[in-house]
C-alpha cells in the first residue's frame, strides 16, 4: 500500500487551540502508524498544485477565514470531480475547532455539516454514546467518558450520526459522518487540547477516520 498522506493544517486563535502545541501532538501519534504527516497554517496548501499531493485533509483551524482560490480548492478536492484538476477524491477529518473556522463560507459550513454556537464552562466529565458501534470509525470504541469542551451546534443534515452526549435533557450531535461528492467527510467535537488529544480513544477515533475518509485500507 501506498504511504498515506495526511495534510495536517492548523492556526488561528494560539491562546484557545494553540496549533504549535497541538500539532506535534497529533503528528506523532499519527506517524506511529506510518502516516506521512504535513504540518501547515499555510492556507493556500488548499490550492490544485498543493492539495493533489494528500489523500486527507485534517483540519484543526480557529477562526480563519477563506478566500474564494482557498476555498474552491478544498472543496473541489473532496468532490473529487474525474475532469477536476485535484487528483482522486480527498478525505476530510475536521477536528473540534473546525466547525468554528472558515464561518465566511457558507460552502464549508455546508459540507462539514455543523457550525459552532457556544459551549458550557471547561471542566466537567461527560458521557460519550456511541450510535452507529458496526460502522469502521468505531471499531474498538465503546462508550466513555472523558472531560472535554462540550460543542454545541447549528447542524445541517443529512448526515451519519456516530456519537453523541446527553446535555440539558437532549441529545447532542458529537461525532459524524458523510458523503460529498465522490469523496468522504468525518467531523468530531472532541479534542479540544493537548489533554484530549493525547488520549487514546480520542486517537483511536482519528486513525480510524483517516483511514476510512482515505478510502484506501487500514493496515492489519
Not at 458501534?133 to 443534515?157: A, V
Amino acid at each position: 500500500m501506498n504511504e498515506l498522506k495526511v495534510l495536517l493544517i492548523g492556526g488561528g486563535n494560539k491562546k484557545l487551540h494553540d496549533f504549535s502545541v497541538m500539532g506535534p501532538i497529533f503528528k506523532e501519534f499519527l506517524e506511529k502508524f506510518g502516516m506521512r504527516i504535513t504540518l501547515t497554517e499555510d492556507l493556500d496548501m488548499f490550492l490544485p498544485n498543493e492539495i493533489r499531493k494528500f489523500h486527507v485533509i485534517l483540519c484543526y483551524t480557529m477562526g480563519r477565514e477563506l478566500n474564494s482560490e482557498q476555498e474552491k480548492g478544498l472543496l473541489d478536492a473532496i468532490i473529487g470531480a474525474p475532469w477536476g484538476d485535484t487528483g482522486d477524491p480527498k478525505g476530510f477529518v475536521g477536528v473540534h475547532c473546525a466547525s468554528s473556522s472558515f464561518l465566511n463560507s457558507q460552502k464549508y459550513l455546508r459540507m462539514l455539516s455543523g457550525k459552532f454556537l457556544t459551549h458550557p464552562p471547561l471542566g466537567e466529565i461527560y458521557d460519550f454514546k456511541i450510535t452507529n458501534p458496526n460502522h469502521p470509525i468505531m471499531e474498538g470504541i465503546k462508550n466513555f467518558s472523558l472531560k472535554d469542551e462540550l460543542y454545541l451546534f447549528e447542524t445541517y443534515p443529512p448526515f451519519d450520526l456516530l456519537m453523541t452526549s446527553e446535555y440539558k435533557e437532549f441529545s447532542r450531535p458529537i461525532t459524524w459522518v458523510k458523503s460529498y461528492g465522490l469523496g468522504r467527510v468525518f467531523y468530531t467535537a472532541l479534542g479540544h487540547s493537548e489533554e484530549q488529544i493525547k488520549n487514546k480513544i480520542f486517537q483511536r477515533i482519528i486513525i480510524n477516520a483517516i483511514y476510512w475518509t482515505s478510502q484506501k485500507d487500514r493496515p492489519r
